[in-house]
């Protein structure tokens, strides 16, 4: 495992493991420039962060994880690729905003700190009222 950086959101940065092996082979992709990927698990609220121009599987295999795990893959850092904006492959993770303000805490550029979905959140919404199941009997003893 790479060095470790706690930071104040509770999000965990793992980044590179120089001991790898294979840490001087990873890399070298010329379509993926200077873009650093990021690999979340969002169970164990932690972010693997690559070196530039590594792939995601490179990051999980620098890093020990489960190549068939289910992450949150997501980039930052060449113009080609949005620049300074966290952008994911799949679904933006709920702790977005966590991973972006770990990764400002350890030093690295990211412009869009504050979650897109949080946007379309309706705060007047009552997540938790829900409408009365017609199908419902009543508890059964």
Known sequence: MG???FSEAGVQLVMPNE???DYANYGGDPTL???IPVVYDEDRRIAYI???GWQHMEVEKNQGLDPYGF???GFFGDPEWGGNELKWFNNEPLDHP???EALLEAGYQIDNPESREMDVVDD???LWQVEDDPLDMGTFA
């Open 3 to 5: 060095r470790v950086v």
């Open 19 to 21: 001991q790898d092996p």
């Open 33 to 35: 420039g200077q873009r």
């Open 50 to 52: 690559g070196n530039p």
């Open 71 to 73: 992450f949150d893959l």
């Open 98 to 100: 966590y991973i972006a």
């Open 124 to 126: 007047d919404a009552d």
